[in-house]
């Protein structure tokens, strides 16, 4: 079995930075691709930003230029940095990894941008 545990979400004024974590346990293989996906309140989740074992990342255009995700494999841990946040930033932000071929969700973490 695997878990995923997010962890950096909290209230923080426009402009503010926060950097969000997950780690994976369990028994693990392999982990190829690495993401962070985000709910607002009566939306759809959409992905932020992921990234691959082999390389590269992909970001939603909303986040371009502000946003940063980064991996250590060997570490199990995805980050995402993001920095100037905006009011429309604001949801529950979900990490997504894909361990031994099978996609797992994290339980999410609240992030709140509000003067």
């Known amino acids: 079995q695997v878990q995923l545990v997010e962890s950096g979400g909290g209230l923080v004024q426009p402009g503010g930075s926060l950097r969000l974590s997950c780690v994976a346990s369990?028994?693990?293989?392999?982990?190829?691709?690495m993401g962070w996906y985000r709910q607002a309140p009566g939306q759809e989740r959409e992905l932020v930003a992921d990234?691959?074992?082999?390389?590269?990342?992909r970001y939603a255009d909303s986040v371009k230029g502000r946003f940063t995700i980064s991996r250590d494999t060997a570490k199990r841990t995805v980050w995402l940095q993001m920095n100037s946040l905006k009011p429309e930033d604001t949801a529950d932000y979900y990490c997504?990894?894909?361990?031994?071929?099978?996609?797992?969700w994290g339980q999410g973490t609240q992030v709140t941008v509000s003067s």
């Open positions: 997504q990894m894909v361990v031994n071929g099978v996609g797992y």
């Open positions: 369990g028994s693990i293989l392999s982990i190829s691709v």
């Open positions: 990234i691959f074992n082999v390389g590269g990342a």
